[in-house]
Structures are given as C-alpha cells and as structure tokens.
C-alpha cells in the first residue's frame, strides 16, 4: 500500500474545509491559534514516516500527554495504581464532577482530567514538581528520539491562570484522599505536561511503542511490555475521546487520545502509529477534520482493529 | 496453532472452579440452572469449530440477542437508527434510567436494556408481536444454519413477570416519544428474543459473520456489509459488556457481548467467532469464569486486537 | 378585615390577566380546559366562606388529591408509612425518576407522583381498586360535607392513556419491592383520585380541618389530631409545589399544594383554608395566577406563616 | 407561659443524654470540642432572655453565618442577588457538587456552601477581605449588641487548611462565572464568617429582628423589612437544614438554621428567636440533641408556625 499517496489523498480533501470546527477558546493561549491548519504523519512499525500538509508545525499535544504520563505512573506503579483510578468510559464530558461525588472521588479512568490529575500525582510521587515536569518532558524526548522536544511555558501558564475547573476537580479529589500531593503542585506538573508541544511528526514517533508489542522499533528501547501496550491500547479504544469515545471507534476504528489542542494520536496495532492534527474542534471536543481524517485513513487502508 | 488444545486446557483449569460467581436470581427461571457448567466453543472463519466442555449443553442468550437484534434493526433502518439510540457506553449499569432522563428518552447505546428496547421497537415496525419473534427465530437459525434452535418460552414467561424494570424503561422512553409500539408488544418480543436458548457451539456460529466481514463462510450467506461488521464490532467493544466494558477490553481486547444467563460470545476480526458459557456473575453482571476463559484465550492465541 | 374585599379586590386584578400561563397539555382532557378562569374560595376556621370570580366551576384537583390520600394513609398505617416514603424535599421535577434510582425505590416526599402512587398503593392495601377509589370519595364528601363531588370518569380515562410516566415509575418502585399491589390496580385508583372534580369553595372547605387542628369547624367532624395536621402542613410547605416549593414559600409564605389542573389549596394555621384556581400553569407547574393571587392574599391579610 | 420552666425541664431532659451524636470531625478544631454539653436561650420579642444549661459557653457557629451573611448580601444587592442563587431545596448534602454542575454554576439556594460563597463574594464586592470580615464582625455585634462577639482565628485556619471541598466548590462555580473575585479571597472571609464564636444568648438575640418584622426589639435597630424577614424565614425552613429540612420542619416546624459546630438557631414568627447548641449531630449533620430540643419546646409552647 502507497502510504504516502494515502495522506496526500487526505491532505487534498481536507484543504478545502480548513476552518472547520471551533478553535478550543477557554485557554486563551490556545484560542491564538490559526485555525486554517492541517498536518498528518503516519510512521510505520518498520520506521518509515510518511507525512503530509502541516506535519511538521508544533501544536499543543494537550490530553494527548495523558496516555505518556499514564505509561510512566504505571511503569512506577504497576497496576496498584488502578485503586486509585478506574478502567471505565464516563459517559460524561472530560471535565465533569459529578461521578467523582457518585464514587467517592475515584476518576472513572485516566483519560478524563479528573483521572489524569491522579495519575499526575501518581508520577510526582517522591519529586519535586520541577524534577515530575523534566521526568516527563525527558521521556518524551527519549520517545521521539528528538531533543528539540519543548513544553510551551506560556501556554501552561494560561491554563494555570484558567483553570477553575480542574481546580475544583483536584480539590475535590483531595477531600476524598485521592491526591497525595498540594493541589498546587500537582496541577504545576498537569498544566505542563498538557503544554508539550509537538509535531505530527514526532507525535507519530513518540506513540510508536503502542503499536509495536511494547517497544521503539526506530530506537530500540523497550518502553513497556507487549501486554501493558495492549492494555493502554485498549483504555485508549474505551475511553480515548471522553464522551465521543463510542462514536470514534465506530467510524475510526484504533484506539486513539485526542487533545484540545486538535491533535489526535492513533495507533494501529502492529502496524503504525498516526499523528493528525487542525485546531477546529467538533461537538464533543475532538479535532473535527483530524477525526474524520483518521476514518478515511482507516477506510483505504483496512487498519480498523474490528476487521477490514 | 493447535486450538483444541487451547479450548482443552481452558476447560481443564477452569474445572476445579466450577460454581464461582453469582447466578442471576432476578429472573426465576435462570436462577435454577446448575451454576457448576462451563463450555466454549470456537469457530474459525476456514470454518473449524472447536469446543470443550458444556459446549453443546443449551441456556439462555439473553442480552446476547441485543447484537442479532441490532442486526436486523440496521439492516431495517440503516444508519437513520441512530436516531433514536446512541453509541456511547453508558457509564452506569445495564438497567440504570438516569441516563434516560438526562437525555430526553435517548438510550446511550443498543446494549443496554433501554437501547435494546428500542431497537426491539424498530424491528417490530410493521409486524405483529408473533411475527417478529418469528423473524428473530428464524434469523437465528439462519445465522447458525441449524432449525433446532428454539425460544424458551417458560423463561421468555418468567422474565414477563418480574420484569417490573424493563417495563418502566419502556414506559419512560414511550414517553418521550421513542417508542413506536405498545409498551406490552415491544416487551412481548423483548422477552422472547432474550429467552433464546442456544448452546456454545451455535452461539460461536452464529457470531461468524462478525469475524468474517459480514458473511458466514459456512453457508455463504452475506449478513451485513464489512463496514458494518465493523461497526457492530465497535460497539461491542465500547459498550459490550455494560460497565465492566472498559475492563473486558483491559483484560481480554476483543469485542464481546455478555448475558445474564452465563454465555459471552467474543469475535477475533478475521480469525474466529467465540463463545464461552458459565452460569456464575462476577460483579458487574458477566460470566466470572467465562471473562477469565477469555482472558487466557487471548493470551494464549495472540487474538487480541490491541495487539498481540 | 373584610375578606370579601380582599377576594373581590383580588379578581378584579386577575381579570385583564386571564389566560396567562400554559394549560397542561400532556392530559388531553384537560387540554381543553378554558384558560381564561379564576376562581378563589376562602373558608375561615369560624366557618365563614367568602368567593370571587369562577369559584364554583368545578376542576380537576390532579395533585392536590395527595394531601388528602396521604391523610387517608396516614390514618391506616401511622407514622410507619414513612418507612416507604420520605419527608425531604426533592430538588428536581414532580415526575423525575432519577432520585428514585439512587434512592433505591423510596420516594423523597408523597407529594411527587413516585411518592404519591405508594401512598396510594398504602390505601389500597386489602381493598379493590373500586373499593379505594370509593373510600376515596366518599372521605372528600366527608370532608366537604358535600355528596355532589364527584370523580370525572373521562379525565381518569386520559391520564390512563397517556400515562406512561407514572406507568414507569411504579414500575421501577415495584422493582424495588416498594409497591405492594400489581402496578395496574395502584394507578387504576391513582388516576381516579387525580380526576376528582371540585370547585374553589368545595376544596376550601375540604381542607379546613388542616387549618384547624385537625377538625373540621363546619361539621366537627375530626379528622387527624393536632399534631398531625401541623405535619402534613409542614410538608405541603416544604414539598407541596414540586421544584417551585422554595419559592411558594419565599413569595406566599404558607402550606399549599398545587395540581395540573391549575389548582391550589394553602392553609393558614388558625385562620383559613383557601383555594384559588386558574388553568395557566407558570414554568414549574404551578397555576401561574393561582400563585400571584396567593402572594396578594398573604401581603393583604397578614397571614403568611413566616411573620407579618 | 412559664418560658423558664420550659428551657429548665429541656435541659433536666438532655442532661442524662449528653455526648449523643457525633462531632464534626472534618474540621479538626471543631473536633476538639468536649461533646457533652448543651445550652439554650430564648429571646422573646419583648425582650425577655431564658437560658438554661451550657447557654454562655461560646461556639462556632458555622453555617448560622450563612443567614447573617445573607442578610448583609440583600441589604447590598436588593433581589437582584437571586440571579447569582436559588431558592429551592437542594435536595442533596451541604457541599455537593452535583447540582452545580447540572445548573450551570448556580447554587440552588445560599444555605447549602455553594450558595453561600456566592453571597459572600457578594458581601465581598467593593471590599477587601479583611475589610468584609470587619463588615461581618460588626454587623453581629450590631444585632447582638454586644462588643465581646469575636471570630475564632484558629477555627478559621483550621478550615482554611482542611477546606478542599469548598475550594473545590468555589472554583468550579468561579469557571462558570458566577464568581467575582479570586477563590481565595472568597474563601479567606467564608472561613471567618463560619469561625464566628457565639453563646447561645448572644445567638437567640442576633436573631430576633427575624422574629419581629426586621426590627430588634432590643435596641430598636431595623435590619430589614417585615417582607425581608419573612422571606428570610421562609429560605431557613426549606432550606436552612440541608437534606434535613423536611424533617425539621415536621418535627419542629419553625424556620431555623444550623451549623456543623452543633447550633441551631430557630424562629419563632411574632414571638421570640431561640438558639440551641450541642455539639453532636445526628445523620444529616444537624445538632442531634438540639434537634430534639427544638422539637420539645414547640410541643410545650405551641410555637410551630403550622398551626399549635
């Protein structure tokens, strides 16, 4: 298969719909962005990269962090660390309290801010916020195989100075006993991590591992096991896209993590890894054309994990 | 891969466990099934089966039925159907009618008892009671290509009268508008279909379409398009299990559909349909031994579709 | 004070205003109900009636027929009814399920339906419906001293058609053990106790004995003791107006309960029980100048229970 | 009556039943209290004072601010304040969250915490926070007319420090905009207002002017209108116990208000301000002994505003 006609083939038709969507406006510093963009790459388990349109302008990779720091808390962890956070679709938006009151303060999963929070301060345990943030932003670096790597300082002080909500969710947490940490420093950590910003390209690399039983094929370094990659996978599948997560999986088919920023992470198992990225957002908060740019892809290529 | 041993050695660990779990006691007539049985069954897409244990010992379907049901409906409907049920997971348990009321008589998804309701209602259209259970019977034995498959009709009669909450889902969604039938004739049906009794070794069969990009490679016959068996697949996965899906993709990363009466049936796109029986409930409402026979399935082939 | 006055003073307001609000329109029959009625009865605890406007045209008394059923209730069961109801407020509309779900099946208060169809199905226990629903009556003539009030058999008739909403949360209590009699038989007497038909001088009457310690002035008849006249006061003050409770308080500041008909009675302690009615219901489903006229009432007369 | 003997055979009543409940626990310096104690004071709105047991032994008394702070607030905002908060029972405990997030940010009514931080940032406008809590400190001292009434800095720390569901609370309804100023700003008067340490004399006279038409008969000062009071009133009965509202308005039946510290302070319309203080609480986290307390005065007195 021609991958590379495949993201040419969808860069030409989404060039004229780019605007599409609405631009994330609650982070000031996000709201800044030109919406008119699109960028996709796709980086294969045998490590060719194929890219196309905006694959190489650096975004705000926001939720997407999720699924990286998730890998480092389990990695410190283990599976202890699911007393803390559950395994389980919220049917709700990423940002909503109302479960934690239900369950006693217990995130439904990581991938929902409430979730991410603890495993943020899964990850901060032992360090100073300082030391949490340069253990991230080095494994991104170590992932991607890329030193030009940056968190974007203002970026996560707008959200710092914005960020009630995830305010009111680390509190509330921390009345339940679920945050171990000063909500302060956790959310230091959280806002940067959100903050790294990246291109499709290196996007592309630093999931690779997901696709590839566990371990970097382009690096060799071996990031987690064959069978904690499939599990991440499979969090990924369920509960990626919040509460659009149901509807991802049925046009697009792999387990992905979308980010407010407009990126989206893909992974085909055994296959390749894709970064797509375009500001707009859609209903429910994932990137409009970058959702259905991943259903093209998986329409020519067969590579919906539910059969082709 | 020698697949009779796999199914052999499943059968002999889960042996000395035989009896764990709950069995359903809400409906009378499932509650008096011996809960020490345990079978699996599975059929390859080149048309093997290959079974163990209680695989050819008959129970009742129950929610599995919501899979073939949704089947019919879209294939009645087409993708308008989506109209009036979502494809969200639910977040709550497989009775729960809070979701109901927050969202206006919408069910998230057709695999809980609400969404089945309605989808149970769209195959009705047109049709009496009596003739729609036929078309349901009928399309069973078609999938499955045997007639001795048959509608129990003394637990289709139990469930009818203790089914006080499925008929206040009715109610409510009839309400709102979403139900096209009487409440009394959409549950006439519902009952039937869930008191199809089917044994592992048919169930497997008839779930072959799914693996098999909607056609049965033992008859032939075309069920659904590839893009659907995808797409039902998808929803299995997200929403298959009610709120243990999340932790059925963690463990065993295909998609499955569970029931109350014991049985799992599980598709590996492109390998095999498989379906596994034991009467005892874990907490979340799904065959305890059946969800670990999985487990090791999928470990043991590599089947898994988050990779292997 | 000159009563007389203060109810003609009262109509003479309303009449440019009638018509205002929205008639229940989810009962057909009440649908076609003339919106452009008032009426208002007052009956002090001397025994003295004062009307205005359209105050003898009989209505539907739809909920109002709570206050009177939970007396019943109350009297065959005592304080032990409240083992299957509460006396809390519900914070969410008169036909919401969702508290009932999280409440396993015990309503908040016998003033929402789920609250009133147990209290109906306390009155019901050992009779046949026939037989509740004439106990029912032959209790309001009782309480009117008056043998013409009567049950309207068409209205009964359609809230039965249409009500599904009832249909499904007596379901859902009797899924949770928490109605005795088959769901059929309760709403069977709960939409005929909702069809009385009364007139403002007829009700103001009727509820005389809650503004007199528990005994009607008029016949000396004694009805509940002090002390539980006081209590069911206190629960028509705290519950009586669905989620427009808090405000009925704030603005009129007595004991009332509404019904969709378009009907309120309010009980000043020691002084009156009055009823007003007017088929335009304001945005909580409380007759929309029933409640303006009660404000006035109270600001004219002093008789707010919260001070003068 | 003989108001002496009345408080003398309560106190005669409680005193073998001392220590009952259980003391707040979640603000540590609250949970120092010794729990066996209890006092009573009666201010009648001729000005006589009745006391009996602990009723010069000074308390926090917490959530009793809510009522003078919302005094403060109408005085400031006239009715506009109930844009901002609503006047309807919640229907769930003091500090949930969930109606928050279901009513877009605002409170349903400002007894509960949420409610109560929004009048607070409204008593906060044009003011820095020191500057509101001297408002405060003043303001009681005014209605008390007693200079001694101070705030306990170390109960206001010790919330301060504990307080993660209130910050959590004020941050999500400050990211919904229903918040003007920094959560901190808020906070650091919420907490002092709460931290306010009176004795139960004190108390009953702080809040006579609600007894009798806005007026302290003591001093003669006029707090607010009769209209205001009543209203006022009318908030503290449906509202003014959490999710114990109803029951205290059928057991107690007068318009009261409590605190975690264990107080009560309750109203009599017309007749006289009463305040009780013992430091456990029963279930919905109102004084339990104080609760009982209540009960037995208006059964002696006749007191209930629903009829004697």
Known sequence: MDLQAVVDEIVAKMSPRLGEGKVADYIPELARVDPKQFGIAITTVDGQTYMAGDATVPFSIQSISKVFMLTLALGKMGESAWKRVGREPSGSSFNSIVQLEHEHGIPRNPFINAGAIVVTDMVLAGHKPREAIGEFLRFMRYLTDDDTVIIDAKVAKSEHLTGYRNFALANFMRGFGNLEHAVELVLGVYFHQCALAMNCVQLSRAGLYLANRGTNPLTGFSVVSPKRARRINALMLTCGHYDGSGDFAYHVGLPGKSG??????????????????????NKVGNSALGSEALEMLTTRTGWSVFGH
Do not use: C, E, T
């Open 260 to 281: 407010v920023g407009g990126g989206i992470m893909a992974i085909a198992p055994g296959k390749a890894s894709i970064a797509v990225w375009s500001p707009g957002l």
